[in-house]
């Protein structure tokens, strides 16, 4: 690619660009076990204690018990996603010049996981009004440096870890990762929440999740060796990087028509923290029923996880999208008309399937399109663009919800994931078989 803007890093060695991306090429093969390892771990600790967080159960469920509005838990699920909306592009201007990013990897993944503490500690120590605006608060927090940490760490994997392995690496570190979710789950409503455990049964659990997701940071920075890729991007001002947004769209049209079914699947995705409330209208919501369906949700993503990995690998992660799509609105559908614990735990693992899914072929199929060197603030990009609709999901959904009712949240969700369901079967192709071509 002939741009001004990306640097060539020459090193005084005489080599042609062509000779170091060959170069490039073998260290990262040579190099593939050990860094194979260092995300597997990553994955398997540090995504095991973000999902006890971002599961549609504990803290939705722990947000209404100490507010006890519907409201409330739309707005704190809105402001994490606010925060999410706001860094990726900064964080993104933070990296792309960068020959190495681990260093603010490491401290944007620790900043992210300092939140959760807080959140456990705040829960511990704090009452009232004050409790619910403090967790907010770090939900807000949390949301912020997930954003970053979302684009540098999707950017080191994509350094390190060849197409043709990434979708079986995230299959075993999410479905090994899930297994431990799953029953820290269970074990997390039964014995921590039902226990009071140290006279806070969330706030134990917040802490379990800070504990897991710190290991699995630490086993990557000390077990990846990255390289220092032929090519970067120069250092542009923030504002000045803004300007290049219409051309990474433009450029691309299956990546335009991918950002908009991402935006619309986002959107649908505002009914997630309502499953667990619209299930007490139905059920009693004990501890125990807790437990039981975050099992289903996160043992589905364990289950699951290694069907779309290696699918995604075989054909390409536009087949994974468009299944998890299709699962996510039977799943809703089943939810909105089942009033059994099993039924209900059908639904919340087709949920659980669903969304692990989208996760990863969304996740996935962005390292594919466009230039290597345009990877990190075309992740922002979509990250940003997701965080905007997810901002306003959660807080119109709980809007609806105290007005309106559970049906239209989730009536409304079904709309926005068929829609996005549509335009991918007609306008998006499989990146994968575009990078035979010259891209434009």
Known sequence: MADEAVVIHADDDGKTLAEREVEYEKFVWANLKRNYIAHYLHGMLGMTGFRLVNAPTFLPAYLYLISGSSFIVGLGLALQQVGGMLSPIFGATQIEHRKRVMPAAVWMGGLARVQILGMALAGWFLSGQTLVVAILAFMFMFGLF??????????????????????????????????????????????????????????????????????????????????????????????????????????????????????????????????????????????????????????????????????????????????????????????????????????????????????????????????????PMRIALSSTAEGIMASAGPLVGGIMAATLGYESVFGTSIAFLAAGLLLLLFMVREPRKDRMTPAG
């Open 146 to 375: 997930m954003g970053t940490q979302r684009v540098v760490f999707s950017l080191l994997m994509a350094k390190v870890i060849p197409i043709s392995r990434r979708g079986r690496l995230q299959a075993w570190r999410n479905a090994t990762g899930g297994v431990i979710a799953a029953a820290l789950a269970w074990v997390a409503g039964k014995y921590f929440i039902e226990g009071n455990l140290l006279g806070n049964g969330y706030a134990s659990t917040f802490l379990f999740a800070t504990i897991l997701t710190s290991l699995g940071l630490w086993a990557l920075q000390f077990l990846m060796i990255e390289p220092e890729p032929p090519t970067t991007r120069a250092q542009t001002p923030f504002f000045e990087r803004l300007k290049d947004f219409p051309r990474l769209i433009s450029q691309d049209r299956g990546y335009m028509f991918f950002l908009i079914v991402q935006m619309l699947s986002i959107t649908g995705r505002m009914a997630t923290p309502f499953y667990i409330l619209y299930v007490s209208t139905t059920i009693e919501l004990t501890g125990a029923n807790i437990g039981l369906l975050s099992l289903a949700f996160l043992g589905a993503d364990t289950l699951s996880n290694l069907v779309w990995g290696y699918l995604g690998d075989k054909t390409g992660f536009r087949v994974v999208l468009i299944s998890s799509l299709v699962i996510w609105i039977a799943a809703t559908v089943l939810l909105m008309n089942v009033h059994e614990v099993a039924a209900i735990f059908v639904a919340f693992f087709g949920l659980g399937a669903a969304q692990s899914g989208y996760m990863m072929s969304a996740q996935t199929m962005i390292l594919e399109f466009g230039s290597r060197d345009d990877m």
